[in-house]
């Protein structure tokens, strides 16, 4: 069984930036990969970035890669997604889950979501 928690959304004005943490109870989290997913009002969920439980490989929504960075540290039990040049249509809420092998589909843990909202 794995909790996560997410933290670190809020209010921004466009163009600004926010960093998430999701941060995992257990002492396996290095076992799993992990992943950001987000849900705007109205949307169907997608799917934000992925990083591999060994060797940090990444993937990440081709629309977001150049804004996005997801990234882990295994001694924190947390996961992160640094979000720069935020625009309106980034708001959503924003879902840490863990990751199935193919860095895309979410695992069978999630966690309960942060508000991200971006002013214009």
């Known amino acids: 069984q794995v909790q996560l928690v997410e933290s670190g959304g809020g209010l921004v004005q466009a163009g600004g930036s926010l960093r998430l943490s999701c941060t995992a109870s257990?002492?396996?989290?290095?076992?799993?990969?992990m992943g950001w997913f987000r849900q705007a009002p109205g949307k169907e969920r997608e799917f934000v970035a992925a990083?591999?439980?060994?060797?940090?490989?990444?993937n990440y929504a081709d629309s977001l890669k150049a804004r996005f960075t997801i990234s882990r540290d295994n001694s924190k039990n947390t996961v992160y997604l640094q979000m720069n040049s935020l625009k309106p249509e980034d708001t959503a809420v924003y879902y840490c889950?863990?990751?199935?092998?193919?860095?895309?589909?979410?695992?069978?843990?999630w966690g309960q979501g942060t508000q991200v909202t971006v002013s214009s």
């Open positions: 257990g002492r396996t989290f290095r076992a799993y990969s």
């Open positions: 889950a863990t990751i199935r092998s193919n860095l895309r589909e979410p695992g069978n843990y």
């Open positions: 990083i591999s439980s060994d060797y940090g490989f990444t």
